[in-house]
T-cell receptor, first 116, second 110 residues
Framework: EPEVTQTPSHQVTQMGQEVILRCVPI?????FYWYRQILGQKVEFLVS????????KSEIFDDQFSVERPDGSNFTLKIRSTKLEDSAMYFC??????????????FGNGTRLTVT | RKEVEQDPGPFNVPEGATVAFNCTYS??????FFWYRQDCRKEPKLLMS???SGNEDGRFTAQLNRASQYISLLIRDSKLSDSATYLC???????????FGSGTKLNVKP
């Protein structure tokens, strides 16, 4: 069964550093997402991406964040200057092949980001 | 008002019990509904989609009540391996965004 893959599984960085989290969505999916989950809290929407542009973003997704699909397979989340409160699990997800707009989200197994 | 609300639990039940969770959603334009399961420090995994007429998958039954804007999940004959957090997820038509509930924790005890 096709999977969403994320790398790295764990990233430790110092406050103020830039990090890039990488994802390879399921190949025939059209919609891509980043979510985050602070330990013990709910899954929070960050951004959705369709047709090579952001389609929705949350108030969390401020100017420190950006997304890119640089080569038709990878989907990246960049945090320009990390803060302690950015420490969380970051999940990439994809959905929606051409036959089903309402198909469910398929998640990668996440990148645990620790900002020290 | 939150888009999706769930009772956080925990629900502590013995093996073999039947347990039900409800979830309410605020946007009447919501079109797609799902239950996900999340184990500790793991990604959410799709348990089942929820269809208008209700649907069943083995020991799991999902129901949708559009008039009252809630969905439910029933688990029969609970197993120890059912212990997890169950997430209610709702998607509005024409919005490229899935809304998550905060999850309901289930502990199945021997």
């Amino acid at each position: 069964e096709p999977e969403v893959t994320q790398t790295p599984s764990h990233q430790v960085t110092q406050m103020g550093q830039e990090v890039i989290l990488r994802c390879v969505p399921i190949s025939n999916h059209l919609y891509f997402y980043w979510y985050r989950q602070i330990l013990g809290q709910k899954v929070e929407f960050l951004v959705s991406f369709y047709n090579n542009e952001i389609s929705e973003k949350s108030e969390i997704f401020d100017d420190q964040f950006s997304v890119e699909r640089p080569d038709g397979s990878n989907f990246t989340l960049k945090i320009r200057s990390t803060k302690l409160e950015d420490s969380a699990m970051y999940f990439c997800a994809s959905s929606g092949d051409r036959s089903s707009y309402n198909s469910p989200l398929h998640f990668g197994n996440g990148t645990r980001l620790t900002v020290t | 008002r939150k888009e999706v609300e769930q009772d956080p639990g925990p629900f502590n039940v013995p093996e073999g019990a039947t347990v039900a969770f409800n979830c309410t959603y605020s946007n009447s334009a919501s079109q797609s509904f799902f239950w996900y399961r999340q184990d500790c420090r793991k990604e959410p995994k799709l348990l089942m989609s929820v269809y208008s007429s209700g649907n069943e998958d083995g020991r799991f039954t999902a129901q949708l009540n559009r008039a009252s804007q809630y969905i439910s999940l029933l688990i029969r004959d609970s197993k120890l391996s059912d212990s997890a957090t169950y997430l209610c997820v709702v998607k509005a038509h024409n919005f490229n965004k899935f809304y998550f509930g905060s999850g309901t924790k289930l502990n199945v005890k021997p």
